[in-house]
């Protein structure tokens, strides 16, 4: 053997170790998955149009017109929610987005079209564009979507109702994803579990715990409440405003519900391999809180145990082919053995989103290309450099800075400017 025994005993034994990790987490998807319980359409009209709350569906929109901005808008607008309207924000768009909107606008008075402005300094662009539709709404609720967000025609209904029955200050879903492209059915799989392992469903509706969801293309506030905790004021520094806006009110004590509602909405949230990286380099060091440690510690544990089993697989199978012994034998059935794991517990997760079984193999390759993208997030916000989103840089060194956590190297600290 090329190295020393005992430190192969070592590897052998942490192998094991992790396929033993990857079977309770095995256990963790399938019985998450079994949990699931899909918030359905209502079928009984117990929300009068006549005392229902008014609700007031705020749409930010930014370079939407390749994208399925329309078909979006129309479905918010075919609610059969009686008392409702659209507060649509022209975020300074550089395309037809404009157009499009007041194209709608026209057939629709219940679409009412806002041509945003520059945010002001310590603002990002997205929660600016929020609070301008919030302070031209009207409704005692509002939601809060996206423009590439396809609606049920019942969506709005169902959640109020959710609301009302369960006494909820916010009720937020999680909708169907759709997966259309290679990159798509490798990469989406790998962040949907990372998120079912991270915040459970039952962890955010227990009011007694601090963990916390929202998703922004689905999110459904009490007026009042979000008004308390200072309304996207309190997130204007946030890139992922949803996350933070959901922290703020369970903070606050509102009581929010998340539901899995694939029946009730949809999106496509990147559409190719530039979108994703370019979405979730946005995104991800928020999600590691902008903590450089955090997100090393996160990156390296990843690589360890969800990467490097297949590729040590792979190697011991070319040893055993090329060299007498069978020593590299006991490495390779645990290593092969975490792959098979992993390969059956991601086939679960592809059906619920209707991704052929087959790219539960590329799984390896999915979390791979998520530490990528961790790593890329987290250097170029910490060094000053920022991350572009829809022609927008965000978190550069001379524009708005990360609200908190620990965006440093060592002995260079960043300050928020």
């Keep these: 053997m090329p190295f020393d025994v005992n430190a192969f005993l070592v590897l052998v034994g942490v192998a094991w170790a992790t396929t033993g990790m990857w079977l309770v987490g095995a256990y963790l998807t399938w019985t998450g998955i079994r949990q699931q319980r899909p918030l359905m359409p209502v079928v009984n009209d117990e929300l009068m149009d006549d005392a229902a709350p008014f609700v007031s569906i705020l749409v930010p929109a930014r370079n939407e017109e390749h994208r399925v901005l329309e078909q979006a808008i129309r479905s918010m607008l075919r609610q059969d929610y009686g008392r409702f309207e659209v507060v649509a924000v022209?975020?300074?768009?550089?395309?037809?987005?404009?157009?499009?909107?007041?194209?709608?606008?026209?057939?629709?008075?219940?679409?009412?079209?806002?041509?945003?402005?520059?945010?002001?300094?310590?603002?990002?662009?997205?929660?600016?564009?929020?609070?301008?539709?919030?302070?031209?709404?009207?409704?005692?609720?509002?939601?809060a979507t996206d423009a590439d967000m396809i609606f049920h025609p019942r969506a709005v209904r169902t959640a109020m109702t959710h609301a009302v029955r369960g006494s909820y200050d916010a009720v937020t879903l999680l909708p169907d994803v759709d997966c259309l492209s290679f990159w798509e059915k490798v990469f989406m799989p790998a962040f949907g579990w990372f998120m079912m392992m991270a915040l459970p469903l039952e962890r955010v509706n227990d009011p007694a715990r601090p963990e916390s969801?929202?998703?922004?293309?689905?999110?459904?506030?009490?007026?009042?409440?979000?008004?308390?905790?200072g309304a996207y004021r309190a997130v204007r520094k946030e890139v992922a405003e949803d996350l933070r806006t959901a922290e703020v009110l369970k903070g606050a004590g509102a009581r929010l519900r998340v539901e899995y509602a694939p029946d009730l909405a949809s999106t496509r949230m990147q559409t190719n391999f530039r979108e994703i990286w370019e979405g979730f380099t946005k995104n991800l060091f928020a999600g590691a809180k902008f903590s450089f440690w955090r997100a090393l510690a996160g990156a390296c544990g990843v690589l360890l145990f969800s990467v490097a089993p297949a590729l040590l697989a792979v190697f011991c199978a070319l040893k055993l082919l090329t060299v007498a012994g069978h020593g590299w034998l006991q490495l390779f059935i645990p290593a092969a053995l975490v792959w098979v794991i992993q390969a059956a517990t991601f086939a679960l997760i592809n059906q619920s989103w209707r991704i052929p079984a087959r790219y539960a193999l590329t799984m390896p390759l999915g979390h791979a290309l998520f530490v990528a993208i961790l790593i890329n997030s987290a250097v170029r916000i910490v060094i000053g450099s920022g991350v572009t989103w829809k022609g927008r840089k965000l978190y550069e060194r001379a524009g708005v800075r990360p609200p908190r956590g620990d965006t440093t190297t060592p002995n260079r600290p960043v300050t928020d400017e």
């Excluded at 969801?213 to 905790?229: C, D, H, P, Q, T």
């Design 90 to 143: 022209n975020d300074r768009s550089t395309d037809a987005t404009g157009i499009i909107l007041r194209s709608i606008a026209r057939s629709d008075d219940r679409l009412r079209v806002i041509d945003g402005v520059e945010p002001p300094a310590g603002w990002l662009g997205k929660p600016h564009a929020l609070q301008q539709a919030l302070d031209e709404a009207r409704g005692e609720w509002v939601l």
């Design 213 to 229: 969801l929202g998703v922004g293309g689905f999110f459904l506030i009490r007026r009042a409440m979000l008004e308390g905790v």
